[in-house]
């Protein structure tokens, strides 16, 4: 995606995937070779900002980095998932005045949570670990509802956001009971792969409408190149660029 838009702008940048297990390792060397931008993933969203300058607002309030840009040797900590999170709900339902069930408690549960309440909605969280999802819930001044079977005795929820890597290793895992699924819930899973979670099959056969992952894997990208850049990207660029490396997979 990055790539490809960095070419629709004729712009002099490459997009490069590496695996490290060493946070601070990582960090120095966008130091030592004048790395411009850096995308983390789990397990390092938690970490990173132990080896980094500075955080802004929304990174500092999430606890959690997903974006470093490198400002003359300063590295700087951003967190752009509950922006694509965000933008993803919007292309379906304005969360705005919603009640939201959020699931987990990770970097991904932190942003999409930190966005929604942002946005005016009214935040649940539910994890299987109640200390977890406590101090989520804490940090967040949002409630703590329990685990997520306890969906079960609430109906009132609009959206549900499920973030925790339950479907990914597995596709065929869900991590909630069917019956808390119910139309016209709006259900979202963060998990970018594969596309169909049998979450979000299961939602959408009972009449929810639904949000994949990697709706929000394209807008939160497209809101990095964005402070990578100092330029907005052609959207569709991405999107069809996206959808060539799925259709490969």
């Given at each position: ?13 490459t ?16 130091r ?79 942003a ?5 309440a ?16 406590e101090?989520?819930?804490?940090a967040?001044?949002?409630r703590y ?21 339950v ?38 056969a ?26 907005r990207?052609?959207?569709g ?13």
């Amino acid at each position: 995606m990055h790539t490809a838009a960095y070419q629709d702008l004729g712009l002099n940048y490459t997009y490069v995937a590496f695996g490290s297990d060493d946070t601070g390792g990582a960090a120095a060397a966008m130091r030592a070779l004048g790395i411009r931008g850096l995308g983390v993933t789990m397990p390092h969203k938690l970490r990173i900002a132990d080896h980094l300058d500075d955080l802004d607002a929304d990174a500092r309030a999430i606890g959690a980095v997903n974006t470093v840009i490198n400002e003359g040797g300063r590295l700087i900590g951003y967190n752009v998932d509950w922006l694509g999170a965000i933008r993803a709900f919007e292309e379906v339902v304005d969360p705005r005045g919603q009640r939201a069930a959020v699931i987990g408690a990770g970097g991904g549960a932190r942003a999409i949570a930190y966005g929604l309440a942002r946005c005016g909605a009214e935040v649940t969280i539910f994890n299987r670990s109640l200390e977890r999802g406590e101090e989520l819930a804490l940090a967040l001044g949002l409630r703590y509802g329990g685990p997520p079977d306890r969906l079960l005795d609430d109906d009132g929820f609009d959206l549900l956001a499920h973030a925790t890597s339950v479907g990914f290793h597995d596709p065929e895992a869900m991590l909630l009971p069917e019956a808390a699924l119910r139309a016209p819930m709006v259900v979202f899973d963060a998990v970018p792969m594969p596309v169909q979670t049998r979450l979000l099959a299961t939602a959408s056969a009972r009449g929810c409408r639904t949000i994949p992952g990697v709706r929000m894997q394209l807008h939160q990208a497209a809101a990095q190149f964005e402070l990578y850049t100092g330029q907005r990207p052609n959207l569709g660029v991405m999107e069809e660029a996206l959808r060539s490396a799925l259709a490969t997979l």
